[in-house]
């Protein structure tokens, strides 16, 4: 990935806000959908999410990106799964004791068209 302040870094990440903002309530999706969406890795997605500012994590459905295999990432601090798991629940999905969503085929968002991506990057 490009170097942090690049301007192709600054368009991943505003892109990984406009995919994660239009993810509908009631569904999710992976960071590794979005990240194969964006042809990044999937930790760079994770990253920008982790470093949201608190006015950003508050507008957007940050809750509905969890980890492959339809599973609350392990990575993240208690508070936050404890936080992202009841707001998922909130929306009527139902998580496992280990984290994975229930049904995931049912609730599953799939990331919009891979060409509007790279426009703007090439």
Same mark, same amino acid.
Not at 65 to 80: T, Y
């Given at each position: 990935? !490009?170097?942090?302040? $690049?301007?192709?870094?600054? +368009?991943?990440? &505003?892109?990984?806000? /406009? #995919?994660?903002? @239009?993810?509908?309530?009631?569904?999710?999706?992976?960071?590794?959908?979005? !990240?194969?969406?964006? $042809?990044?890795?999937?930790? +760079?997605?994770? &990253?920008?999410?982790? /470093? #949201?500012?608190? @006015?950003?994590?508050?507008?957007?459905?940050?809750?509905?990106?969890?980890? !492959?295999?339809?599973?609350?990432?392990?990575?993240?601090?208690?508070?936050?799964?404890?936080?992202?798991?009841?707001?998922?629940?909130?929306?009527?999905?139902?998580?496992?004791?280990?984290?994975?969503?229930?049904?995931?085929?049912?609730?599953?968002?799939?990331?919009?068209?891979?060409?509007?991506?790279?426009?703007?990057?090439?």
């Amino acid at each position: 990935m !490009a170097p942090e302040g $690049s301007t192709a870094t600054a +368009h991943i990440r &505003s892109e990984v806000i /406009r #995919l994660v903002a @239009e993810i509908p309530k009631s569904r999710f999706t992976t960071y590794g959908s979005i !990240a194969n969406h964006l $042809s990044v890795n999937p930790r +760079h997605v994770a &990253s920008f999410l982790a /470093r #949201l500012s608190g @006015e950003e994590a508050a507008a957007l459905p940050w809750h509905r990106v969890v980890a !492959a295999e339809a599973r609350i990432s392990r990575g993240m601090a208690g508070d936050l799964r404890v936080e992202q798991q009841a707001r998922l629940e909130a929306e009527g999905m139902r998580i496992d004791p280990k984290g994975f969503i229930l049904d995931p085929d049912r609730f599953f968002h799939v990331v919009g068209p891979k060409s509007e991506i790279r426009r703007g990057l090439d």
